[in-house]
């Protein structure tokens, strides 16, 4: 924010719209110079010197087929004077339960009342506080200081027990504090960020015995600090040798407990990791203002080293280089080989048992009400991760905003960690410790706790366009160029020495700046995806998620993948609309007169409008207390009420395959009023 590190996202999520002067979304390689790695994007949010808001917004989300609605309202306050910034802000909401018996989900035979004991979606409150100060401190160092607070309780059924229907409880709060120490030192800039977060979850959970419930417990308590450096080493033809170095340490703690059947589980881990990173960005050929015959070349490089108390040390390596030939195309190279540790909740996460999970069992293709035990597994190995991407971007006319991308990335990652995956054949072959069955075949029980598989590969291709161009006539003295900026530093890019007039807000100078904010835009991507396999166990099955493989009910990996995105902004109107599309997948026939599951493709749109009061009624209006800084949005989400559509190849949809258990909303309204005071 404002060219500074944050702690933690929460420092920047709740700015208003109104604050923000612009936003800057930079290249992977300028990443390295704030102390990020070569393959991170890095946004920036510019904010007005002077500002000040109240915000009181109210919210109303709906669902077409109806079942279930969630009101909520948020509250703000916002306000920014040179460096000093204060926020505090809450915001509660409240979603009512969604239950099988309200989607017509089909119960097994025998049981046609079953769904109303089962909920699809779960009743939930959230209650959210958070405050911010930040100002200037000491001499030349700026300091920020945030908090937040967040409740959440949810309450499920999870079908009939011998004592009636069966409840889950369940209770999440955290706690948390940032901070960010800015400055300068010379040409060199430091910073020093720390958060500490606490997650305390409690669980409980009907045993389907009168008067016991199971109950898990868990607090996750992390603090860390980072401190970066960055600057120019020496000055090289080609432009400044830039260097950026993080050290950092992170002090972890996860205790759970479980109380399951009268049987008590206790685990308590730790962890300590300290980090020291190292970032260089080299220029190789020509600087942007005076570029060689070659275009402009520069290579980057990254190092980190992490010791962890509970795992030894772990490295990771990036590289790449960035390469221009002429300003309208850019083409990146990168690598990158890093070593991961479980998180320490994936390996001592409380037992939790839940019942009348409505499982499709693949091999004997008959649907069943089974066991699932979820919880940390001690016995995780670290990932090893080998990531190889080529981008390459276009700008073919100068004077039109096109952008042409193509983008290829290869993964390999060894002994991947992963949620246990749903039943198959080959899964069962390989985990056969997982699955527990009865005399007569029938599945009973399975231990959902996450795993390792030996390898796992993945490539895909990634096509796209995108265009903006502005509504009604430019200024005058950019009719010529024809061409919106997205920044003031864009804009001394493009044109070396230009003098740069930035309007207050409301003033002549910002409305005559109206008509190249108010444009059309459009972009569609392609995803192709080339490979994704999987190597359960050493000598074990190789899963193609491609052809007919499967880890989880999407039944294997769509091959493509589109989107599309186009809107319209005009003088305080607007409207997004959001269309994607993938395409089928399958489970193969395994030798039953039934065949193939087959998954079909599916296609959703998405449309917002939304509506500023005081720009559309400019005039008397605009001077209204009523519509000054109010805006009116819908949103439908799922327009067209498209859910996952599963069969055999005799047309049947296996129970657990139903679309109201792919897809339990649908169709969804939301309705927003949004007031500056």
Do not use: C
């Amino acid at each position: 924010m404002n060219g500074r590190r944050v702690s933690d996202f929460s420092e920047i999520a709740r700015i208003p719209t109104e604050a923000i002067e612009r936003t800057e979304i930079f290249p992977e390689e300028v990443a390295l110079k704030y102390g990020y790695r070569a393959d991170q994007k890095l946004v920036n949010i510019i904010t007005f010197a002077r500002f000040k808001s109240r915000v009181g917004q109210l919210n109303y989300l709906l669902l077409g087929e109806g079942g279930r609605d969630t009101p909520g309202i948020i509250a703000d306050y916002f306000a920014i004077s040179g460096d000093t910034r204060y926020s505090i802000g809450a915001d509660y909401d409240r979603s009512g339960s969604l239950l099988e018996s309200e989607r017509g989900v089909v119960q097994p035979s025998g049981t046609p009342d079953l769904g109303r004991f089962r909920t699809l979606l779960p009743e939930a409150r959230r209650l959210a506080l958070n405050g911010l100060v930040s100002g200037t401190v000491l001499n030349g160092v700026s300091s920020t200081l945030n908090a937040r607070i967040e409740a959440v309780e949810t309450n499920a059924l999870l079908g009939l027990g011998f004592a009636g229907p069966l409840l889950r409880d369940s209770d999440t709060r955290t706690v948390g504090v940032g901070t960010t120490q800015f400055g300068r030192i010379s040409k060199w800039t430091w910073a020093v960020t720390g958060d500490y977060t606490r997650i305390s979850t409690h669980v409980l959970t009907d045993t389907g015995i009168a008067g016991r419930r199971d109950d898990a417990r868990s607090v996750d308590a992390l603090a860390n600090a980072d401190v970066v450096l960055a600057g120019a080493v020496l000055e090289l033809p080609a432009g400044p040798l830039f260097t950026s170095v993080r050290g950092g340490i992170d002090v972890r703690d996860f205790t759970s407990t479980a109380q399951r059947s009268g049987l008590a589980e206790r685990t308590a881990l730790s962890r300590d990791r300290g980090t020291v990173q190292i970032n260089l960005d080299l220029p190789i050929l020509g600087k942007k203002e005076a570029p060689s015959p070659l275009g402009r070349l520069s290579a980057n490089a990254n190092f980190a080293v992490e010791r962890l108390s509970d795992f030894g040390t772990l490295r990771t390596i990036g590289y790449g280089v960035s390469w221009s030939p002429v300003n309208a195309l850019n083409l990146i190279v990168s690598a990158t080989g890093e070593e991961a540790a479980p998180r320490v909740e994936q390996l001592g996460g409380p037992t939790i048992v839940t019942p009348n999970v409505r499982t499709f069992d693949v091999t004997r293709r008959e649907v069943v009400d089974v066991t699932r035990i979820f919880g940390g597994n001690p016995n995780l190995r670290p990932d090893d991760r080998h990531v190889v991407k080529i981008g390459l971007n276009a700008q073919p006319l100068s004077a039109t905003d096109l952008v042409l991308s193509i983008d290829y990335v290869s993964t390999r990652i060894d002994n991947p960690i992963a949620p246990f995956p749903i039943l198959t054949p080959e899964i069962e072959a390989a985990f056969p410790d997982r699955f527990t069955r009865g005399a007569n075949g029938r599945l009973l029980e399975i231990n959902d706790r996450p795993l390792n598989f030996a390898r796992s590969q993945q490539q895909q291709l990634r096509l796209g366009i995108s265009f903006t161009r502005p509504l009604g006539p430019l200024p005058l003295e950019t009719q010529s160029a024809g061409r919106v900026f997205a920044s003031e530093a864009d804009v001394r890019r493009a044109y070396p020495g230009a003098r740069v007039f930035v309007g207050a807000p409301g003033s002549p100078l910002a409305r005559r700046a109206e008509n190249v904010s108010s444009r059309l835009f459009a972009s569609l991507y392609h995803n192709l995806v080339l490979e994704d396999s999987i190597v359960t166990r050493e000598s074990g099955p190789i899963l193609n998620l491609l052809d007919g493989d499967a880890i989880d009910f999407r039944g294997g990996r769509p091959q493509h993948e589109i989107e599309l995105q186009a809107g319209a902004f005009k003088r305080g109107l607007g409207i997004k609309v959001t269309a994607n599309w993938r395409s089928g997948t399958r489970v193969d026939d395994l030798g039953n007169v039934a065949g193939n599951l087959h998954f079909e493709s599916l296609a959703t749109v998405n449309i917002n409008l939304f509506a500023n009061l005081a720009e559309r009624f400019a005039g008397g209006a605009a001077s209204a207390w009523w519509s000054k800084g109010a805006r009116a949005t819908l949103g439908i989400s799922n327009l067209f009420n498209a859910r996952p559509q599963v069969h055999d190849d005799t047309g049947t949809t296996p129970l657990s395959y139903q679309p109201a258990y792919l897809d339990p909303l649908g169709r969804s309204i939301l309705f927003s009023l949004r007031k500056v005071f």
